[in-house]
């Protein structure tokens, strides 16, 4: 499909606001997608299309976390293939099932994530003091159940598995982030790899959102380092708002 110069500025400008976010708290979808749709691309090209722009940005945030070393490689290695397989069955079952009642349930959910993140909590360890129980039995779940979210719809992503990491295993919030950023990646190439099998990506848009979203991820991710868990709970907080709006307007409004 063909798209004027004008309309491709405004989605790469959608796409570094999208990024900048997402790499901080995740949520970026929230932007990404509605901003596709409203610009006339198909819903099945707008989330194949989408999901390898984000999978380029998700990558570029990777890169900085990976290099400040803020990353536990053990709880990598115990949930990635979790993700992949997550995501990709996911991704194949979006043109099946009625999205409509998933919109609904996660509408539910969020205000729940929302009172959990501003609870105080006591007596959360690092990536290294994770027990046999969260290597085994709570980050394989995790990955899993939001890894299929994530290749069946999308945004939010990277919220819900920051909080799942932080809630559920004790992380810190800079780590379950810098892991979380792992995982979303794993789960949108699991994703990708399905909407490239169905033919539902647009490449010639997807490479300057792209590299837009690349951007917005680098700036975003490197804030995130050097301020800490201060301001990635406002992100946080911020997106899982937006993710709410959004999703009471699409399937309520």
Request: net charge positive; aromatic share 14%; hydrophobic share 55%.
């Amino acid at each position: 499909m063909d798209l004027e110069l004008s309309t491709i500025l405004l989605l790469c400008l959608a796409f570094f606001i999208a990024g900048f976010i997402d790499s901080i708290a995740g949520g970026g979808g929230l932007i990404t997608l509605p901003s596709l749709l409203f610009a006339g691309v198909p819903p099945q090209f707008a989330l194949g299309t989408n999901k390898l722009a984000s999978t380029f940005g998700t990558g570029t945030a990777v890169f900085n976390f990976v290099r400040s070393k803020k990353v536990n490689w053990k709880v990598i290695a115990f949930g990635i293939a979790f993700s992949l397989i997550g995501s990709f069955i996911g991704s194949k079952t979006v043109l099946v099932l009625n999205q409509e009642i998933v919109g609904k349930v996660i509408i539910f959910m969020l205000p729940l994530g929302v009172v959990a993140t501003l609870i105080p909590r006591k007596g959360i360890v690092s990536g290294a003091e994770l027990t046999k129980r969260d290597f085994y039995f709570k980050i394989p779940i995790i990955c899993t159940i939001i890894g299929f979210y994530d290749g069946f719809f999308g945004p939010g992503t990277g919220s819900f598995l920051t909080l799942a990491f932080f809630f559920f295993t004790k992380m810190r919030l800079i780590d379950s982030t810098a892991n979380a950023k792992v995982f979303n990646l794993m789960s949108n190439v699991g994703g990708l790899t399905a909407f490239i099998i169905g033919g539902k990506v647009l490449f010639l848009l997807a490479l300057p959102i792209a590299i837009a979203n690349m951007a917005g991820n680098f700036l975003g991710s490197r804030l995130a380092i050097k301020r800490g868990e201060g301001v990635i709970r406002g992100f946080l907080i911020f997106a899982f708002i937006m993710l709410l709006a959004s999703l009471i307007w699409k399937y309520y409004l």
